[in-house]
């Protein structure tokens, strides 16, 4: 009995299409919002850093005056 029982959880434990196509989108889907998190959080960097540089040029155009 015990093979039987052995067959049974090889079964369970192999992945069906359906569960590998879904676990495929599931993974692209996690990229994709990975993707664009990253994207605007270089947005935001960006932003930031032009911010400082202009408060920067400001700056030393005001003390070379």
Known sequence: MEPACRKDKQKQQT????DRTKQKSAQQE???RQRAEI??????????????FEAFC????????
């Open 15 to 18: 992945p069906t299409r359906g």
């Open 30 to 32: 996690l990229k994709q």
């Open 58 to 65: 400001k700056q030393m155009q005001s003390q070379a005056e």
């Open 39 to 52: 994207y605007a959080l270089n947005k935001v960097m960006t932003e930031l850093e032009q911010q400082q």
